[in-house]
């Protein structure tokens, strides 16, 4: 296959990511009835690709057993908030220990260049453990789907990054108006969006308009002169104003957070448009941008635009008028009628015949994160447990993230990545001839091994396919590993695609053969290296493929 066929392929120009033509009264099926079809490897497995990072055969085999209530229950349960990060084997901050945490002491000025690096490393580390570790749960990817929703571009002080993350994590499956509330007077977004700079001498705009246009309800089609059907510019600009009054702060002994300054509230009357009903805003103080955030969520569009991205996170980018009308507004009914609590509207999801409609299997490119704990957790590469050699390490996979461009704290623009938003490509758009370059020599140094720090990263793969349910057999094996990293079973001509590699010109037999030989003499090096080669083989070559690429 040619790169452009490749590209094809993995776009789905003609047809389908899963190689299947759309029925044209598809979307018209659409339904949110609960799912009531057979419960199969193919279905657990789509749920745990699309929720969980990196599902490994444990995890597919524990939601295949378990089934599809007790899965959904598993995947949405609360569990405890991660420990903060703390040092790792650095002693120069003369407030706080190696091996403590860092996150409730801004760091003074003339201090910055001194411990910045090591807090951030700190920082990325504790992020990026935390996808790996997160295991049978949703929360990580409901964590990342609320970094790119309320996106900052940056937040330079890892005590205001680490604060902003956390209340994202604590808020990811829970009530959206909190979310919205605490988000709205955090020091990342005062800074980043210049709420501290909205003053009732000098109304700044930024946040305003983000909070209605990406955050809320979205804008909607343009009605006409600074009329965008779902809200105007004169709301940006009364909203605004109604805002006005918060900064960050960090004192002296190196606390920190926001706080409302009074003289610098616009006490004046805030009177928005008929997109709000001429709502009336007479001065509220510190509790104004509650009432803020009230009069949007008062509105039924705005629970309509939070389904709609997690359609297209969860689901895919299309939707047409059938799937407005019969997914996305149920959907927002739930949300709405419980005043914005985000569990609900996910079960209900990802209960559903639709979220399981065979063309929603194997439909989306995934993203970079994806594909790197796919890489990381369904591969089972074996990491240390010590922390300081498992974060140098994750400085290697924060250099991948950066390459394939999806980084976690640091979002390109204000609107995320463009993947989530840019029509009518979005998910496309993470393969181009470039960066699909880029990911195979990413894939491929993973199967072929690489130092960080002096310590060797290499996967097992003779271990890896001791655990499959027939290794003697070249055919069954090669399915069995395409299904634990693939989104569906591959053809029998990929197969034998794959088999050429593993045995090039041999019969089936040969590999039966060798690889009986090996199991009865382990400690044979010179039979484990032949098997260990041809495994390395097959490997570069699968993480290659397109359907590598798909979720």
Wanted: include cysteine; aromatic fraction near 12%; hydrophobic fraction near 35%.
């Amino acid at each position: 296959m040619n790169k452009r066929q490749f590209l094809k392929k993995i776009t789905g120009k003609k047809e389908t990511a899963t190689g299947k033509q759309r029925s044209q009264s598809y979307s018209s099926m659409a339904s949110l009835i609960p799912y009531s079809g057979p419960w199969g490897y193919a279905q657990a497995s789509h749920l745990m690709r699309r929720t969980t990072f990196g599902p490994t055969k444990t995890m597919f085999q524990d939601a295949l057993d378990q089934g599809l209530s007790a899965s959904i229950d598993k995947l949405l349960a609360d569990k405890t908030m991660p420990a903060p990060p703390v040092y790792i084997d650095f002693d120069e901050d003369p407030f706080i220990a190696s091996g403590e945490s860092w996150v409730t002491h801004a760091i003074p000025p003339e201090l910055n260049v001194l411990l910045n690096a090591p807090r951030r490393k700190s920082l990325y580390g504790w992020i990026y453990d935390n996808m790996k570790a997160d295991g049978f749960s949703i929360r990580e990817k409901m964590h990342l789907f609320w970094q790119n929703h309320f996106a900052v571009e940056n937040i330079s002080r890892n005590t205001f990054a680490y604060q902003y993350h956390d209340l994202i994590r604590k808020n990811a499956l829970g009530d959206f108006k909190e979310m919205v509330q605490e988000i709205t007077i955090s020091p990342g977004m005062l800074i980043f969006l210049n709420g501290t700079q909205n003053t009732r001498f000098s109304p700044n705009e930024n946040y305003g308009r983000e909070l209605l246009e990406l955050f809320t309800i979205g804008r909607g089609p343009e009605a006409g002169p600074g009329d965008y059907t779902n809200y105007t510019e004169n709301d940006v600009r009364e909203l605004s104003r109604a805002l006005t009054g918060w900064v960050q702060f960090v004192e002296e002994d190196g606390t920190y957070g926001s706080r409302f300054i009074a003289n610098r509230h616009d006490t004046d009357p805030k009177v928005l448009s008929p997109r709000f009903d001429n709502i009336e805003i007479n001065d509220e103080g510190e509790n104004e941008y509650k009432t803020v955030i009230d009069i949007i969520l008062q509105k039924k569009e705005t629970a309509r635009f939070i389904c709609r991205q997690l359609h297209i996170w969860f689901v895919g980018k299309d939707i047409d008028d059938d799937i407005e009308t019969n997914i996305i507004g149920p959907l927002a009914d739930i949300f709405y009628n419980s005043n914005y609590q985000i569990k609900p509207v996910l079960e209900t999801l990802l209960r559903s015949e639709y979220f399981f409609d065979s063309n929603h299997i194997g439909c989306m490119i995934n993203h970079p994160i994806d594909m790197l704990y796919k890489l990381l957790n369904s591969l089972e590469l074996e990491l240390s447990t010590d922390k300081m050699i498992r974060w140098d390490f994750y400085k290697r996979i924060r250099s991948h993230s950066v390459t394939l461009g999806m980084v976690p704290i640091i979002l390109p623009s204000v609107a995320g990545w463009k993947a989530f938003y840019q029509a009518p490509q979005y998910y496309e758009d993470w393969i181009n001839s470039t960066s699909l370059l880029n990911r195979q020599a990413i894939c491929k140094s993973f199967v072929n091994g690489f130092n960080v720090s002096g310590i060797r990263y290499e996967y097992d793969l003779i271990s890896f396919v001791e655990r499959m349910d027939n290794n003697l057999d070249p055919n069954e094996m090669i399915q069995e590993i395409a299904l634990l990293i693939c989104p569906s079973k591959l053809s029998q001509s990929q197969v034998d695609y794959l088999k050429e590699i593993l045995i090039p010109g041999l019969p089936d037999y040969e590999w039966t053969v060798e690889y009986t030989d090996f199991l009865a003499d382990p400690e044979n090096t010179q039979l484990r290296n032949g098997v260990s080669n041809k495994l390395k083989a097959l490997f570069n070559a699968m993480v290659t493929m397109p359907e590598f690429y798909l979720i």
